[in-house]
């Protein structure tokens, strides 16, 4: 299609938008000021690149698939990850995980890591513009297999990860500071049972004790921020997380630390977009993993359903979307891996979009009416509009292709660089 249709269908659908009280150019002004955090684990199945073997192992996490293609190394990962922001709208950033870093072939343990392995990412970040994100990896590793980390009863396998926990922090400070741009720095671990524990108490108080240690050191907000995260259950611990909510939660809040909210760490049924809001009334910042689960924490490609339009709606009703960190969190295997982390990032920007586009005082209105028919019935409404003109707008403007473009161009891509990887 040539330019000129992208723009006959683009002032076409600002007239009817226009028609409804809504400015497509305001609502693409303030898409345009989203930075989502990349996950640097969609493009090699959450590997990493430790010596001698960076296979997936233990701790919560599975991948399923083999597809073709996969990054071999960080210097292929990179190359993946600049592929994926040319297709994606907006200036971004990297979310990074600590067995990610550049260990020149030598065995480096999780405790011994330091930001000399991670130069070359702040290079290459500065090179592309980006802020980068970090967590510190508490899979994959001896001292997890067991299914505790920082709530272990043994004090060598705690403090081995109050140690790690410490040094992340330490290379999440160093991105920040040398970017120029604050380093969200995000702590999980799978710690919990598979069935119902006798001392609920003692594994939470044990947590508590250990992240108070790794807190007690502190970091200007300008270098790195802190966020812990959140879960209800995960493989292997189907009956009881140590880090469950409710504990990180209470923990935040009296920490000043930022809570992380998950879309994948709750019952199927509770909605993330009803959470927001009690968050951001009682904390400055909230981080936010976007994922997608299907019927437990799969974490599946995030597409533009119902739960990320929920999700999105809310975040710009709040008002409150400049306190909110965005990363996304997803990992498959089964498919073209650059298609996964491009559809994902579209189709969460696809939901902010959305939201902008909606006209939200007449949808107030009408509640505050109790016209609740006024108000479903303009939701469906809305529904139709032509919202994929708006979209590809903003795709053009930011010198990225429009929706059409893309499965050609990841197509090519994939004969051009993935099928060449064994």
């Not at 898409?31 to 001698?52: N, R, T, Y």
């Not at 970091?219 to 009881?240: C, H, N, Q, W």
């Not at 930011?398 to 051009?416: A, C, H, M, N, T």
């Amino acid at each position: 299609m040539k330019d000129s249709y992208y723009e006959q269908a683009y002032t076409l659908a600002k007239e009817a938008y226009a028609e409804l009280g809504v400015d497509t150019e305001q609502a693409l002004a303030a898409l345009s000021k989203i930075p989502l955090s990349l996950h640097c684990w969609q493009g090699d199945d959450v590997g990493g690149f430790e010596a001698p073997d960076s296979a997936l192992s233990g701790g919560g996490i599975q991948v399923t698939g083999n597809y073709p293609g996969k990054a071999r190394s960080v210097e292929e990962l990179r190359r993946d990850l600049e592929k994926v922001y040319s297709l994606v709208p907006g200036k971004h950033r990297l979310n990074l995980h600590a067995s990610y870093g550049e260990f020149g072939g030598k065995k480096v343990d999780r405790d011994e890591i330091t930001p000399e392995y991670f130069t070359g990412w702040a290079a290459w970040a500065k090179e592309q513009q980006l802020g980068v994100d970090f967590n510190g990896t508490f899979f994959s590793h001896p001292k997890a297999e067991a299914g505790f980390t920082l709530a272990s009863k043994d004090a060598g396998i705690r403090e081995f990860w109050i140690e790690h926990a410490r040094r992340s922090r330490e290379i999440a400070a160093f991105f920040g500071s040398e970017l120029g741009t604050p380093s969200i720095h995000n702590t999980w671990i799978p710690d919990g049972h598979k069935d119902y524990p006798a001392d609920r108490m003692g594994y939470r108080r044990i947590l508590k004790d250990s992240l108070d240690d790794i807190f007690s050191v502190k970091y200007p907000s300008s270098a790195m921020r802190d966020a812990v995260e959140t879960k209800l259950f995960g493989i292997g611990s189907e009956a009881f997380v140590v880090g469950s909510h409710e504990f990180y939660m209470y923990y935040a809040a009296l920490n000043n630390l930022m809570v992380c909210l998950d879309l994948g760490h709750f019952h199927p049924t509770e909605l993330i977009a009803d959470k927001i809001s009690s968050v951001l009334l009682f904390s400055e910042e909230l981080l936010l993993h976007v994922s997608r689960p299907m019927r437990w924490d799969s974490d599946h490609v995030v597409v533009l359903n119902d739960d990320i339009r929920f999700l999105t709606e809310e975040l710009v009703r709040s008002g409150a979307i400049d306190r909110v960190h965005i990363g996304l969190d997803f990992f498959d295997g089964t498919l073209n891996r650059i298609g996964a982390w491009v559809t994902g990032a579209r189709s969460t920007l696809k939901g902010l979009l959305l939201a902008w586009l909606q006209p939200a005082n007449t949808l107030e209105t009408y509640e505050e009416a109790g016209n609740f028919y006024g108000k479903m019935g303009l939701s469906e409404q809305l529904k139709s509009m032509p919202f994929g003109a708006v979209w590809d707008m903003h795709c053009l403007r930011s010198g990225v292709l429009p929706e059409d473009k893309i499965l050609q161009d990841i197509f090519g891509y994939e004969e051009r660089v993935l099928k060449g990887r064994k």
